[in-house]
């Protein structure tokens, strides 16, 4: 999902660029490109997943009882 998101924000970032536009407040392309950044490196440590259970344990479901 943050990858998801960070391509939103490069893809913004982008435009923002080629427009020459800053939003105020020293918000520009390069913010938004470091935003992404941001977002692809927390999508990378892992934030934002499933959770514990997705990196193992019962690979084949509930055990039977």
């Known amino acids: 999902m943050l990858a998801v998101v960070a391509a939103i924000v490069f893809g913004l970032g982008l435009l923002l660029d080629l427009v020459g536009v800053e939003l105020g407040a020293g918000i ?12 692809l490196a927390l999508h990378q440590a892992g934030v934002g997943t499933a959770g514990a259970r997705s990196w193992g344990g019962n690979w084949r479901g509930r055990a039977r009882r």
Not at 28 to 39: D, E, H, Q, V, W
């Open 28 to 39: 520009n392309a390069t913010t938004f490109m470091l935003l992404g950044l941001l977002l």
